[in-house]
């Protein structure tokens, strides 16, 4: 009679857009102590207990929220050490519109909530989603812990800042680079602004989150070329920054109700 079988550890799962990067943290025990060199939002999925010190020698013991977000600012001293350990996120790599502030956690925000669990999903279901589905999690995330230091407050005059100049620009941005990976992040450092107020001044002006217009412009462009007469599916989707023919093929009947094949076949175009 065999013994049990060993099970394998749940790995980190870690996604990179552009300068920013997600990690999640499946539960384990964990013992950190570092300074940190940029900002860390974090994220706690389940509670959690142990011991942790911020910024200090006193180390305390600590029992963490279910859902609760946490912020550590650059140059902060960092020991924590957990014999259970819980699954965490990790964001960092982002730009804050004012930097500083102080360590905190357990802070409870309903739309980081949302964002971290969708964020999560994608890491578990759809390992392979595309770029901006994350980036979009990660900047709403970013978003609230912007709210929860305080240093933004809903603005009624955030539409005003996409000018009509500036949306020129940004069509030019994305236009010139729909066969690359084009990132929010791009977007807003094209017009000299943080992913979060760009992202929302956008959304306010526009009535479309940047993610949303990417994806509709990438359409568009592909519907142009089928009806001028671009046969190879495949390639039209490399060629407006899908990564293959089925991600078109989903991303287009979702947006026009109708696939890429049979508006070929309205045109009466032949493969």
């Given at each position: 009679?065999?013994g049990?079988?060993a099970?394998?550890?749940e790995?980190?799962?870690r996604?990179t857009?552009?300068?920013?990067?997600?990690?999640?943290?499946?539960?384990r025990?964990?013992?950190?102590?570092y300074?940190?060199?940029?900002?860390?939002?974090?994220?706690?999925?389940?509670?959690q207990?142990?011991?942790?010190?911020?910024?200090s020698?006193?180390?305390?013991?600590f029992?963490a929220r279910p859902?609760?977000?946490?912020y550590?600012p650059k140059?902060?001293?960092?020991?924590?050490c957990?014999?259970?350990?819980?699954?965490?996120?990790v964001?960092t790599?982002?730009?804050?519109e004012?930097?500083?502030g102080?360590a905190?956690?357990?802070?409870?925000?309903?739309?980081?909530v949302?964002?971290?669990?969708?964020?999560?999903?994608?890491?578990?279901?759809?390992?392979f989603?595309?770029?901006?589905?994350?980036?979009?999690?990660?900047?709403?995330?970013?978003d609230?812990?912007?709210?929860q230091?305080g240093?933004?407050?809903?603005?009624?005059?955030t539409p005003?800042w996409?000018?009509?100049?500036?949306?020129?620009?940004i069509?030019?941005?994305i236009?010139?680079n729909?066969d690359g990976e084009?990132?929010?992040?791009?977007?807003a450092?094209?017009?000299?602004?943080?992913?979060?107020?760009?992202?929302r001044?956008f959304k306010?002006?526009?009535?479309?989150?940047?993610?949303?217009?990417i994806?509709?412009?990438?359409?568009?462009?592909?519907?142009s070329?089928?009806?001028?007469?671009a046969?190879?599916l495949?390639?039209?989707?490399l060629a407006?920054?899908?990564?293959?023919?089925?991600?078109l093929s989903?991303?287009?009947?979702?947006?026009l109700?109708i696939?890429?094949?049979a508006l070929?076949?309205?045109?009466?175009?032949?493969?």
């Amino acid at each position: 009679m065999s013994g049990p079988t060993a099970l394998t550890p749940e790995p980190a799962r870690r996604v990179t857009v552009g300068r920013w990067s997600a990690e999640l943290l499946p539960r384990r025990p964990y013992e950190a102590r570092y300074t940190a060199d940029r900002p860390v939002l974090g994220f706690a999925f389940e509670s959690q207990e142990g011991v942790h010190a911020y910024a200090s020698d006193r180390i305390r013991p600590f029992r963490a929220r279910p859902n609760g977000l946490a912020y550590v600012p650059k140059g902060c001293e960092v020991f924590s050490c957990s014999a259970s350990g819980g699954e965490y996120l990790v964001l960092t790599g982002f730009d804050l519109e004012e930097e500083g502030g102080f360590a905190f956690s357990d802070r409870i925000d309903s739309l980081a909530v949302a964002a971290a669990h969708e964020l999560r999903r994608l890491f578990l279901a759809s390992p392979f989603a595309e770029p901006l589905r994350y980036e979009a999690q990660m900047i709403a995330l970013v978003d609230r812990l912007c709210l929860q230091m305080g240093c933004r407050a809903p603005s009624s005059d955030t539409p005003q800042w996409m000018t009509a100049r500036r949306l020129r620009r940004i069509d030019e941005i994305i236009e010139g680079n729909l066969d690359g990976e084009l990132t929010v992040q791009a977007l807003a450092e094209g017009l000299g602004l943080s992913a979060g107020f760009f992202s929302r001044a956008f959304k306010q002006a526009t009535g479309w989150s940047p993610h949303a217009y990417i994806v509709d412009r990438r359409v568009a462009r592909a519907r142009s070329l089928i009806t001028a007469g671009a046969v190879d599916l495949s390639a039209v989707a490399l060629a407006v920054g899908f990564s293959s023919h089925a991600h078109l093929s989903a991303t287009f009947h979702r947006q026009l109700g109708i696939s890429p094949s049979a508006l070929r076949r309205s045109f009466n175009l032949r493969a």
